[in-house]
Every structure is written in structure tokens, then in C-alpha cells.
């Protein structure tokens, strides 16, 4: 499977962006499709993961009420819709999906050592 992220971009504070994950060459893995997002000199961090098999859901406490997942089967793509985006939402933000099912917690299904395939990343930049 190959993810493609793509829709970042410079945005002012308090607006939206929607991140678009295409996958090609396969499924995204229902068992689990997650965003994450990483910084210079830090590790990579879960955004928002959901498993749609079973409902799990987990998303940071820095992006509750702001952040949501949505999800077109038809065209084998995810979306992130950000809104009210803040200067510390500035990040590489990628896609990934796991090869196999993702157990455990909530906060388990959003390790990003947890998944295999991952998108190449897009830039989100929140500033005035």
C-alpha cells in the first residue's frame, strides 16, 4: 500500500485546513488509519488514530474538539479537517496504516511504532 498525503500549507491561526491520504496498490487497513505529525528534534506523535473495526478512537488532548477524521471508502481516502489551528499545530503531519491489527488501548492505537505504511508527509504551517 502507498499513502500520499497531500493539502498542507500556511494558514493564520484560528483557520482550517483538510489534509487529504490516498492509498494506492491496496486497502488502507480498516483496523486502523492514523495521523501523526512531527516536529524538528522531536519523535513522531499520534494526532488522531481510529479503528474502524471495532470503534476505538483515540485523538490528543491538544487537538480534541478541533480535529476530525473523515473517511471516503470509494475513493480509498482519508481526510484530517483542522479547525481553529493554533501556532504549536505547525508540523509534518503523515498518514499511516498498519500491516496488521492494531490491539490494545486507545492510546495504544495511536504508537506510530504500531503502524507500516506511511505517507511522505505534507507541511502545515499556522501563522500570522
Known amino acids: 500500500v502507498q499513502l500520499q498525503a497531500s493539502g498542507g500549507g500556511l494558514v493564520e491561526p484560528g483557520g482550517s485546513l483538510r489534509l487529504s491520504c490516498a492509498a494506492s496498490?491496496?486497502?488502507?487497513?480498516?483496523?486502523?488509519i492514523g495521523w501523526f505529525r512531527q516536529t524538528p528534534g522531536k519523535g513522531r506523535e499520534g494526532v488522531l488514530c481510529?479503528?474502524?473495526?471495532?470503534?476505538?478512537?483515540y485523538y490528543a488532548d491538544s487537538v480534541k474538539g478541533r480535529f476530525t477524521m473523515l473517511r471516503d471508502t470509494a475513493k480509498n481516502t482519508v481526510f484530517l479537517q483542522m479547525n481553529n489551528l493554533k501556532p504549536e499545530d505547525t508540523a509534518i503531519y503523515y498518514c499511516a496504516t498498519p500491516r496488521i491489527a492494531v490491539s490494545g488501548t486507545n492510546y495504544n492505537l495511536c504508537r506510530p511504532e504500531e503502524y507500516y505504511y506511511w505517507g511522505q508527509g505534507t507541511q502545515v504551517t499556522v501563522s500570522s
Open positions: 481510529i479503528n474502524t473495526s471495532d470503534g476505538r478512537q
Open positions: 496498490g491496496g486497502h488502507m487497513n480498516s483496523d486502523a
